[in-house]
C-alpha cells in the first residue's frame, strides 16, 4: 500500500513558477514508477509526465516539455514535478499517482493522491 499526498499548488500569474510535492508513505514507495497527471474542468485527467524507480528515466506530455521537471528522492519518500513558465492553459488539479510502469492511460495507476489545485491568471 502507498498513500499519496500532494502540496504546494496555488495561484500563480502566467509566467510564473510553481513546485509541487507528493509525499508518500509506504515501505515500498522506492519499487514504484511515479506519475502526475492533470484535468481541468470539464476534460479528461491526462499525463503530464513520469519518472522511473529508479530515477533513470523520465518522460514528459508535449505541452510541458522544456517547462515542467519530475524528480524523485526515494530516501525521503517524495516526488516532485517543478514548474516553469506556467500558462493559463496549465490551470488544472494536479495528481500524483504510483503505478508498476510508465504509462499516459490513467487507469494503469494503482494508487493516487487527493490532488492540489493550480492556477494561472493572464
Known amino acids: 500500500q502507498v498513500q499519496l499526498v500532494e502540496s504546494g499548488g496555488g495561484l500563480v500569474q502566467a509566467g510564473g513558477s510553481l513546485r509541487l510535492s507528493c509525499a508518500a508513505s509506504?515501505?515500498?514507495?522506492?519499487?514504484?514508477?511515479m506519475a502526475w497527471f492533470r484535468q481541468a474542468p470539464g476534460k479528461e485527467r491526462e499525463f503530464v509526465g513520469g519518472i522511473s524507480w529508479s530515477v533513470h528515466s523520465t518522460y514528459y506530455a508535449d505541452s510541458v516539455k522544456g517547462r515542467f521537471t519530475i524528480s524523485r528522492d526515494n530516501a525521503k519518500n517524495t516526488v516532485s514535478l517543478q514548474m516553469n513558465s506556467l500558462k493559463p492553459e496549465d490551470t488544472a488539479v494536479y495528481y500524483c499517482a504510483a503505478g508498476s510502469t510508465i504509462a499516459t492511460m490513467w487507469e494503469r495507476y494503482d494508487y493516487w493522491g487527493q490532488g492540489t489545485q493550480v492556477t494561472v491568471s493572464l
Open positions: 509506504g515501505r515500498t514507495f522506492s519499487l514504484y514508477d
